[in-house]
Nanobody
Framework: QAQLVESGGGSVQAGDSLTLSCADS????????MGWFRQSTGNEREFVAA????????RYADSLKGRFTISRDNAKNAVYLRMNNLKPEDTAVYYC???????????????????WGQGTQVTVSS
């Protein structure tokens, strides 16, 4: 059964780096545009990054561009989010999401992703 599973979260110090992973044993992720979103306490879920199925081109939230990098490894059927120079405001639950196969549309929209993982907590202390 298809299920997105995130891993790699944890507690780090400001300035550290983390790489989150997203895998699915029941879905071929290369057929999907994949997104990372995050939600901090008391706030709405927000777009972080996306990678397109067509050509692996990427999109980022403007405020995160340059620090975060989304990538995929089709051989491992996984998608990653590399986060550098982490800040306390990056503290949130990070979610991996998948569109329907071969979807076209706006990658920043939450409702474009019907498939979600359970999330992984990232805590950044100063």
């Amino acid at each position: 059964q298809a299920q997105l599973v995130e891993s790699g979260g944890g507690s780090v110090q400001a300035g550290d780096s983390l790489t989150l992973s997203c895998a699915d044993s029941g879905r071929t992720l290369s057929q999907h545009t994949m997104g990372w979103f995050r939600q901090s306490t008391g706030n709405e879920r927000e777009f972080v990054a996306a990678i397109f199925w067509q050509d692996d081109s990427t999109r980022y939230a403007d405020s995160l561009k340059g620090r975060f990098t989304i990538s995929r490894d089709n051989a491992k059927n996984a998608v990653y989010l590399r986060m550098n120079n982490l800040k306390p405001e990056d503290t949130a639950v990070y979610y991996c999401a998948a569109t329907v196969p071969y979807a076209r549309g706006q990658p920043r929209r939450i409702n474009g992703y019907p498939n979600w993982g359970q999330g992984t907590q990232v805590t950044v202390s100063s």
